[in-house]
């Protein structure tokens, strides 16, 4: 499968400028697309937020500050400011309305390319450690077990247990509450939705089936324990405890 390429947003009123830099980031995998105005642009990223804004700031009809500011209410990809304004105080203020990196007219093309490369693969990092932590909040670690929040399976050394739904929500709950003791009667009701009345076979029986499931005989690094007169709870065990 071929990767996505990034789309670039050049805004640029000089034309001989826009179609260079256009073609040559084209010829280098770039999905491109241009604005010569600021009405352009605000009509472009309400079609499409792109990767990477690159802006010019004196525009004909406004100012590129204005649409970073615009830009960075819907976005934090990176923006790249490409302007003939090289006073520090330019600079500055650029940097201080969202710019991520600030070049003068007249640059080098291949730091203006080394520049883009820059602020894409950094954005890609920022945008897979998110990724990465969301993942890890919708999994609840038990040792070598591993219950994944968003598909409803309970992963046993990174295979799957083949848990039923109702077994899955039993064991989510029990985990998200460690140590907690839930009597028959609260599990029942908990996870099926019903009045459990007296009845606590079916939650009896569905414990033992979760246990084999989990391999809780054959494992000393959690359980789910019945307590006498009283309930159910998991337990995770400590590796102190474990040796001990």
């Known amino acids: ?19 260079t830099n256009c073609r040559m980031l084209q010829r280098r995998g770039y999905n491109v ?4 105005t600021v009405s352009e642009v605000c009509h472009q ?6 990767d990477l804004l690159i802006l010019d700031i004196m525009l004909p009809d406004g100012n590129g500050l204005d649409i970073c500011r615009h830009f960075r209410e ?4 990176p923006v790249l400011f490409l302007t003939g ?3 520090i105080r330019d600079k500055v203020e650029g940097l201080q309305q969202g710019g991520d990196y600030y070049l003068t007219k007249p640059y080098n093309f291949d730091e203006f390319l080394a520049v883009i490369q820059m602020l894409l693969d950094r954005q890609k990092r ?4 998110i990724k990465e932590k969301y993942q890890a909040s919708r999994q609840i670690p038990i040792g070598s077990l591993r219950l994944d929040l968003s ?9 799957d247990t083949g848990l039923t739904r109702t077994e899955f929500s039993l064991l989510r709950l029990l985990a998200e509450n460690q140590e907690k003791v839930f009597s028959a009667k609260e599990l029942y009701e908990a996870v099926w939705g019903s009045y459990a009345g007296t009845d606590t076979s079916t939650v009896r029986r569905h414990i033992f ?35 001990d």
């Open 1 to 19: 499968m071929n990767e996505k390429k990034s789309l670039i947003l050049m805004v640029e009123d000089e034309e001989q400028v826009l179609n």
């Open 33 to 36: 697309r241009t604005a010569q």
């Open 45 to 50: 990223l309400e079609e499409q937020l792109p």
């Open 74 to 77: 819907k976005t934090m990809n």
């Open 85 to 87: 304004k090289s006073d």
């Open 126 to 129: 920022i945008e897979e450690k």
């Open 151 to 159: 598909d409803g399976h309970a992963y046993l050394n990174n295979t």
């Open 209 to 243: 089936n979760l246990r084999v499931k989990i391999g809780a005989e054959n494992t000393d690094e959690y359980d789910i324990v019945s307590v006498y007169g009283k309930g159910y709870l998991c337990l995770l065990y400590t590796s102190d405890a474990a040796d």
